[in-house]
């Protein structure tokens, strides 16, 4: 017993010569800078205490085990440098487009467009939507080919056939479709396209017989009037322009004859 008296007197010997050699190591500024030191720990302590924080010592821990606090560390990292190698035109920008596509959503949440997502995912999936834009780049490629003349004439003539389907509207137009289907149900229509070509290939020698009516209408009004009596009228027969005038009616007259449908000859 005397000896481990003994022995705790030595130790406390040796911890006294070890405090008193460590007080007369430290100097006032060493003394300063503990005193700061063991201050702000205590501080830390207290704030720790009252902010909760040692609830949050059980996370940490898990993520020190899983590894999750160095990505965290290392994603930190990332941000910060992605933060340095950011200019002021760069956030500008960012910013810009963030707002643009916040202001996009809203007015899209507005208006109602997620009712056209299903349409929209129909006609991606039937190839609809790629027909729409071919269609887009046809028309592009036709407005840039069109030149003002070309629009202009394009204009006037949507124009005229619309005021012609006006007029064929306010004069009657539907009695002249009834006509031509009662023509179409007969056959007649079918006939009068086989003959209206023929019938445009001779109207010059329609016309031409019509003007020489006209000019022989003329000539006889201008001639003076026949003396009447066998003799002038043996000498007019006697010409040779009367004769072939003469032989030219009997010709025609003849043709008419045989030309004529069996159904009129008379019986």
């Not at 705790?8 to 500024?29: F, I, K, P």
């Not at 501080?43 to 040692?54: E, F, H, K, T």
């Not at 629009?151 to 031509?180: C, H």
């Not at 289907?181 to 010059?204: C, F, I, Q, V, W």
Request: charged share 25%; hydrophobic share 40%; net charge negative.
């Amino acid at each position: 017993m005397n000896e481990v008296v003994k022995a705790g007197g030595r130790v406390d010997g040796d911890v006294e010569h070890v405090v008193v050699a460590a007080r007369d190591a430290l100097t006032d500024e060493m003394v300063g800078r503990l005193s700061a030191t063991a201050a702000d720990a205590m501080d830390m302590i207290d704030q720790v205490q009252r902010s909760g924080l040692a609830k949050a010592i059980p996370q940490l821990a898990q993520l020190v085990n899983d590894g999750d606090l160095e990505r965290l560390a290392n994603l930190s990292r990332v941000y910060a440098a992605g933060q340095d190698a950011l200019t002021d035109e760069m956030v500008a920008r960012l910013t810009d487009a963030v707002g643009g596509g916040l202001a996009f959503i809203d007015q899209a949440q507005r208006a109602g467009l997620e009712r056209a997502i299903p349409v929209l995912v129909e006609l991606v999936d039937n190839g609809d939507l790629q027909r729409l834009v071919k269609l887009a780049r046809v028309y592009g490629s036709a407005e840039d080919a069109l030149t003002e003349e070309m629009v202009g004439r394009l204009a006037e003539t949507f124009g005229n056939g619309v005021s012609l389907l006006d007029r064929l509207s306010r004069g009657g137009g539907e009695r002249i479709v009834a006509m031509l289907e009662r023509l179409e149900s007969t056959g007649s229509l079918e006939k009068l396209a086989g003959t209206l070509p023929r019938l445009l290939e001779r109207l010059d020698q329609i016309q031409a017989m019509l003007e020489c009516v006209d000019d022989a209408a003329a000539e006889s009004a201008k001639t003076p009037r026949s003396s009447g009596g066998v003799g002038p009228l043996w000498r007019t027969m006697k010409e040779g322009e009367t004769q072939d005038t003469l032989r030219f009616l009997m010709l025609l007259g003849k043709r008419l004859r045989t030309s004529r449908p069996h159904g009129n000859s008379p019986g």
